[in-house]
T-cell receptor
């Protein structure tokens, strides 16, 4: 079945550690790719997006993601996390082969220890 | 811009009661989405509208759920009758959708959500 998969359910890091969260999708054709963040008790906010062009995209708060088309991946990275990055992170894919629906991965909960 | 506005923010009701959740999208946005978030199932797309027309309702769990968008500035999600397993946070989101080649569009902005508890 076509889907969006996030490899890690829960990641625990210390401050200043580097972060990489995996995301793979299985949709064909043209896709738009997104990472959203949900801070505790809040709604989803856009972190970054990829539509076309440079496969390395930079978002807010020092996050970046790399689109690797051959691997159907869109991994999220940050060189040095902060306690305030504690949140749940969702990868999402909008495939026009799927009628333009935005489909989310299961989410990865990130806990950063001070 | 006030963003996507949802009401109520919290709703506690008893099994069997009718629940109506409301959403006002961002002015000028032509696509509207309803999602449900639970611990077990994550974020599920229930239904989405484009230009007030339902495009895909394949995520609506069963006939107890219905959604309408009578005009560009208002949508409702109704559950009748409600059951405890419907307890979740329901998010509404909107976007400008002009197709896959418009790089400034297609980003969903989410509302704060409506937390539903069915006892």
């Amino acid at each position: 079945a076509q889907s969006v998969s996030q490899h890690n359910h829960h990641v625990i890091l210390s401050e200043a550690a580097s972060l990489e969260l995996g995301c793979n999708y299985s949709y064909g054709g043209t896709v738009n790719l997104f990472w959203y963040v949900q801070y505790p008790g809040q709604h989803l906010q856009l972190l970054l997006k990829y539509f076309s062009g440079d496969p390395l995209v930079k978002g807010i708060k020092g996050f970046e993601a790399e689109f690797i088309k051959s691997k159907f991946s869109f991994n999220l990275r940050k060189p040095s996390v902060q306690w305030s990055d504690t949140a749940e992170y969702f990868c999402a894919v909008r495939s026009y082969n799927q009628g333009g629906k935005l489909i989310f991965g299961q989410g990865t909960e990130l806990s950063v220890k001070p | 811009d006030a963003g996507v506005i949802q009401s109520p923010r919290h709703e506690v009701t008893e099994m069997g009661q009718e629940v109506t959740l409301r959403c006002k999208p961002i002015s000028g946005h032509n696509s509207l989405f309803w999602y449900r978030q639970t611990m077990m199932r994550g974020l599920e797309l229930l239904i989405y509208f484009n230009n007030n027309v339902p495009i895909d309702d394949s995520g609506m769990p069963e006939d107890r759920f219905s959604a309408k968008m009578p005009n560009a500035s208002f949508s409702t999600l109704k559950i009748q009758p409600s059951e405890p397993r419907d307890s979740a946070v329901y998010f509404c989101a909107s976007s400008i959708d002009r197709g896959q080649d418009y790089s400034g569009a297609n980003v969903l902005t989410f509302g704060a959500g409506s937390r539903l508890t069915v006892l």
